[in-house]
T-cell receptor, first 119, second 115 residues
Framework: AQTVTQSQPEMSVQEAETVTLSCTYD???????LFWYKQPPSRQMILVIR??????QNATENRFSVNFQKAAKSFSLKISDSQLGDAAMYFC????????????????FGTGTLLAVQP | GAGVSQSPRYKVAKRGQDVALRCDPI?????LFWYQQALGQGPEFLTY????????KSGLPSDRFFAERPEGSVSTLKIQRTQQEDSAVYLC?????????????FGPGTRLTVL
């Protein structure tokens, strides 16, 4: 079974600075998706960025980028030029690409990192 | 609608009561997922529908939990004889299809509190 671990329950960053959130995962599969989701107090889960395991190039989306280390099973999120609106809970998630055997392709989440942005 | 909607947003139940939580997925989305998010935790998978067929219910914690999607659109998660450990946010997500990459779009969730 796959597992996702986020070892930083809380992080804090100054506005305009850069912060990195850590995530490790465990799987025996060779191809899969990894995601970072943002959950503000409104509870709406918003996709921040995704990475396909077979792609060696790290994904980027504006101020958000990842450091994907497949061999180490590590998937960290870097937020550059942090803004007050970035304050939220961030979840790392795994999804299998396997579609045979009735696989559901459900998301498997870590326990989250609460990010505070200081003005 | 523009996104996934869920109702009610908040539900308070006395222990032993039955509750029903509703999810309206994005129109045309084939796949529908239910997740349970306990306080301070990440969401955990409960069950999955492809159209009206419930293909995976491996995450349902007990036989008190029941989900349906009779016409392949709106889904209802029912919890019978609620217990305090059922207190959580229940999230619904939908995606366009099963195969390939299809983003799961989440609703705002229903916060259930069992007294």
């Amino acid at each position: 079974a796959q597992t996702v671990t986020q070892s930083q329950p809380e992080m804090s960053v100054q506005e305009a600075e850069t912060v990195t959130l850590s995530c490790t995962y465990d799987t025996s599969e060779s191809d899969y998706y990894l995601f970072w989701y943002k959950q503000p107090p409104s509870r709406q889960m918003i996709l921040v960025i995704r990475q396909e395991a077979y792609k060696q190039q790290n994904a980027t989306e504006n101020r958000f980028s990842v450091n994907f280390q497949k061999a180490a099973k590590s998937f960290s999120l870097k937020i550059s030029d942090s803004q007050l609106g970035d304050a939220a809970m961030y979840f790392c998630a795994y999804r299998s690409k396997r579609s045979y055997g009735g696989a559901t392709n459900k998301l498997i989440f870590g326990t989250g990192t609460l990010l505070a942005v200081q003005p | 609608g523009a996104g996934v909607s869920q109702s009610p947003r908040y539900k308070v139940a006395k222990r032993g009561q039955d509750v029903a939580l509703r999810c309206d997925p994005i129109s045309g989305h084939v796949s529908l997922f239910w997740y349970q998010q306990a306080l301070g935790q990440g969401p955990e998978f409960l069950t999955y529908f492809q159209n009206e067929a419930q293909l995976d219910k491996s995450g349902l914690p007990s036989d008190r939990f029941f989900a349906e999607r009779p016409e392949g659109s709106v889904s209802t998660l029912k919890i019978q004889r609620t217990q305090q450990e059922d207190s959580a946010v229940y999230l619904c997500a939908s995606s366009l299809a099963l195969t390939g990459y299809n983003e799961q779009f989440f609703g705002p969730g229903t916060r259930l509190t069992v007294l």
